[in-house]
């Protein structure tokens, strides 16, 4: 019973660790969509529709972002655990973390499953020797051009990550 426990706790643990910034992103957006929720019931009970509808409008928005910033970090985790499975299989190889280096969610789930191979101070050397800093949390493509997040092919790469098919 407590070894499943501490399993499960351990789990949880990396799966978080896996993707610290969508976890805490979809953390903060449930909280603020729950706040303007309250404020739209708030002013619902108050008879004020028309700001009922506006806080009940942003609400929805929130939640999204929070669902959308939670299933990146699932997707985050998946590419831990394909990454890890690169490393136990092949070894180092700068290969691996070449096509990572695009945001820092997948550079957070590499530097964990090479942490836990024992590569973790080759990846972090790597990632350094790219320019990447602590602060670099926006994904490459979002800083060349804010509007990215709605390209279909940014979603794809975020959602569905491993490897693509030849055609």
């Known amino acids: 019973m407590k070894n499943s426990m501490t399993?499960?706790?351990?789990?949880?643990?990396?799966y978080i660790k896996a993707a610290p910034w969508p976890y805490m992103t979809g953390l903060?957006?449930?909280?603020?969509?729950?706040?303007?929720?309250i404020s739209g019931l708030i002013s619902l009970d108050n008879e004020n529709l028309y700001e009922a509808f506006i806080f009940g409008c942003w609400s929805g928005?929130?939640?999204?972002?929070a669902l959308f910033s939670l299933a990146d970090g699932v997707s985050r985790h998946r590419e831990y655990k394909r990454i890890k499975a690169?490393?136990?299989r092949f070894g180092y190889s700068v290969r691996i973390l070449e096509p990572l280096t695009r945001s820092r969610c997948q550079r957070d789930a590499a530097l964990l499953a090479a942490r836990e191979t024992g590569h973790g101070d080759h990846a972090h050397t790597y990632f350094i020797g790219l320019g990447y800093r602590w602060?670099?949390?926006?994904?490459?493509?979002?800083?060349?051009n804010p509007f990215s997040f709605l390209k279909p092919s940014f979603l794809r790469s975020s959602f569905m990550p491993g490897k693509k098919a030849r055609a």
């Open 61 to 65: 928005g929130w939640l999204v972002v």
């Open 7 to 14: 399993t499960r706790l351990k789990d949880t643990t990396r």
């Open 28 to 37: 903060a957006s449930l909280v603020l969509a729950l706040g303007l929720c």
């Open 135 to 144: 602060y670099h949390i926006l994904p490459d493509s979002v800083m060349r």
């Open 86 to 88: 690169m490393f136990v």
